[in-house]
Nanobody, 126 residues
Framework: QVQLVESGGGSVQAGGSLRLSCAAS????????MGWFRQAPGKEREFVAA????????YYADSVKGRFTISRDNAKNTVYLQMNSLKPEDTAVYYC???????????????????WGQGTQVTVSS
């Protein structure tokens, strides 16, 4: 079992920045690929970014590429999502998730992740 707790959400104006954190506890953090997803009201959960176990690989949704950066600190059992140049359409609840399979495939699919945090709200005003 892995427990995930997100933090760092809040309200910002368009063009602003936020950094989300996701602290993991339980099993060995470095065994998991980690992902960030988001869900806006009335919409399906969508992929944002993923990072491999070592941090050597990352993958982004086209909608956030060049604006968001995912990173991890295995010594601190934490994954981060740095969000710059935020837009109103980035408004959503953001979730981190852990994939125990280790394989770097389909990392943009929710079914690949066994463990999820409770989410943190990000609101971007125009």
């Amino acid at each position: 079992q892995v427990q995930l707790v997100e933090s760092g959400g809040g309200s910002v104006q368009a063009g602003g920045s936020l950094r989300l954190s996701c602290a993991a506890s339980g099993r060995t953090f470095s065994n998991y690929n980690m992902g960030w997803f988001r869900q806006a009201p009335g919409k399906e959960r969508e992929f944002v970014a993923a990072i491999s176990r070592s941090g050597g690989n990352s993958y982004y949704a086209d909608s956030v590429k060049g604006r968001f950066t995912i990173s991890r600190d295995n010594a601190k059992n934490t994954v981060y999502l740095q969000m710059n140049s935020l837009k109103p359409e980035d408004t959503a609840v953001y979730y981190c998730a852990a994939d125990p399979s280790g394989g770097w495939n389909n990392v943009n699919r929710p079914y690949k992740y066994d463990y999820w945090g409770q989410g943190t709200q990000v609101t971007v005003s125009s």
